[in-house]
């Protein structure tokens, strides 16, 4: 134990040495100032004050937008439809983008939906017909249960059915009225007596990817409408003395289509209702304008390269020592320079995470960007986890150092195989299948740490690198590392001697 103590005491004598205490410095600095100046050069254009963006029943930043027929429901009750028909139209669909089309994109909804209110962010249950993943039972933004496939037309409707037994709401589903299969059950807890049942449609945009660079693309999203049509509207439970309401949940009718040829909103003619909206209900992405925490992290490749040549040099210096002193390195000395280089390596991301990411996320809502909330336990992951996936590339980084015994080799190995594919697949530019793949294999999988983006299946979003979407779970990832650097750094042990002779 003494003798490791030495070791130690004797390798963190040798670390700090006024450069490479000073490039550690940096590469803080880096991760800060470049984060705060992003954070601070964002802000918000609105017409007035800035809405402020609704969040659900735990917190979450959400979309609430669709167009409401709607009464009261009591605490038991239910509502019943049959939908004949759903359409919609695309603005500037791919490939051209210079026509308006009829259609549906794959998650336009249109169907019935029991709500606490009509304010947006309210707990909700809705089930459904979407353009293109048939029957869906949805709740509370973040809930998705898949019910049959298919669409619907006048030959072959969809029957709906939403029953409210207190605080548990029940989604059935039928193709002819008489012989139902439940979807799903949804628990909303605290729902007052007397809640909102009704017929809604929304629909969100059409992602279109534009290509860019060697094969990567970038994300434009574009209007679109979305309506159902319904007949045999039967509720059970609801105010005989109260009636029928047309509304919107968050913004209707504010764009030159709604306003110049189909409008959002319900329509009654012949026994019929046509509900036409537009918007989405569900969780916030980052196309909708929500900035990820991790966002600010555009120092953080900046800081990785000095790491990567700060750890590097630290084991190559050793090979400069006069042979006659003995051998320049033993294992118990290596052992002990990757432990000093992975606990300087660490502080320095702790510490410049812990500042950058709070710091940064607080200026950007200060700002009027909206920021997604992460949990505690997310957000610390992303700080410790980043902060360790940064001194695993310092081990890496030593071992090869080890390895080989030229900086200036060891430096090129390890910037190619793990700044380089961080910092490329952080950009639009190579295509999304070959950007993954390094994302799994190269160390630089280690870094899907710092994702606090959550890749939910009803929302419309391209999950690509360039986005923040890693291909590998946190836990994968730095699994990946660590195993390069576990690898590495045994080889560069098992050339070495067990002690000085």
Known sequence: MLKTHEHLRREWTRFRRPGRLVAMVLAALAVIALGLVYAYGNHASCDGPCPVDPTGPDGTLVNDQFSFMHRDLGRDGSITVRLTSMTGTITYPPPNHDTIVPGLVPWAKAGIIIKDGVRPGSSYAALMLTGGHGVRMQHDYLHDVAGSGGGVSARSPRWLRLTRAGDEI???????????????KATLPALPATVQVG?????????TLVPAG????????RFTQAGGTFDHVTVTGADAAGGWKDETVGEANRTDWEKQFIRSGAVQKNGTITVTGV?????????DGARPVERTLGGLALALLVVLVVAVRFATTAYRRDPEDGPPVTRAELAS???????????????????????????LKGNGIPVLEVSAFTGARVVAGTALALALCAVLALALGALLRRAWIAIAVVVLTVAVPYAVTSLPLLADTVA???????????FATQQSLVAYPQVVAHHAPSTGYFPLPWWAGLAVLGAYAAVFLTLALKRLPHREE
């Open 170 to 184: 029940t989604g059935q589903e039928s193709a002819d009225g008489e012989r139902w299969v439940t979807v799903g």
């Open 199 to 207: 017929l809604f449609a929304t629909s969100p945009g059409d992602l």
């Open 214 to 221: 060697l094969g990567g693309a970038t994300e434009q999203v």
């Open 279 to 287: 918007g989405d209900i569900g969780p916030v992405g980052a196309e």
């Open 337 to 363: 320079k990757a432990v000093v280089v992975a606990a300087v390596t660490f502080v320095t991301g702790l510490v410049s995470l812990g500042v950058v990411i709070p710091v940064g996320a607080n200026v």
């Open 436 to 446: 993954q793949w390094l994302l799994r294999l190269t160390p630089a999988a280690g």
